[in-house]
């Protein structure tokens, strides 16, 4: 169960504001994203929805990760709100929010009513994550209006790998976590490679994801839960074969970034699905593959146009 004591908010504006007092908090201005104001209460709130949403508690030893994490994803966030802003684009479906919002509660293993009163007891507007949910479901429905004519889905991929899964009687899944950084330069590469195995020898891997991975999942420490060789491409799947449970995998070279996965767990499952549904799987997992591609690439052009100015 998580036990985030109710003394977090004055620890953490102790924290990032020391001296202020609770009634100056919602006045002090901490930051500015482009024209958007950003105060030091939405900080402070943005740290306990990740301390909430990744059954944490709050620790000194946390204090700079979580301190630069929600910044990190404020920044992130505010940007994203902007350009939905700029293009009038705010459209999702509410059966969408209502599996995402059951999905966040199920990842820490409660149920939503469970979710809403554990941030009732941190003193969090529970309508704060709905609105955070609503922004990403937004912003995926604008980048698949704008790119959608580059979805492109090589069908005999897609029926090579049909013949290959239907041959078998039972299904392998991985537990994984990921961690996407940046592209270096060719010459960089062995370098920053080693340099990232260094630090998450030294930090863990959930710490180092939260740090430094440019993936939406950084948020939860790199977490993708069970994933099914169904939906993963035959490079990243030869990477998980080869990789012994608890360990790292060798890189894997994206157009936008250098991936690892930690590799936490598999099992095989008895293929209880049609053709047609695997069929349905691998191509939603493609386009989705895609999308993600063109997110990563749209937002990173939006934050090079972006100025932030820090007040704090």
Known sequence: MINIRKTILLTLISLLCAGNVIAKISDSLYMTVGNKPVTLSDVVNEIKIILILNNESYSDEKKDILHELAVRSTIKRTIKKIELERNNYFRFSDE??????????????VDLD?????????????AKIEEQVKIELYWNSLIFEIYKHKLNINQAEIEDRLKLIQSKKRLEEYLISEIVIKNVETNKLDSEIQRLKDKIKIEGFKDVAKELSISESGMKGGDLGWISENIISEEIKSKLKETPIGKLSSPIILQDGILIFKVRDKRKIDKNVSLEEIKNELVNAEKLKILNMYSLSHYDKLRRSFSVKFFQ
Do not use: G, Q, V, Y
Request: one cysteine or more; hydrophobic letters at 45%; a negative charge.
């Open 114 to 126: 469970t979710l809403k009163n554990i941030c009732e007891s941190n003193e969090l507007d529970f």
């Open 96 to 109: 969408d929010l209502k599996m995402e919002l059951a999905k966040l509660a199920s990842n820490i293993f």
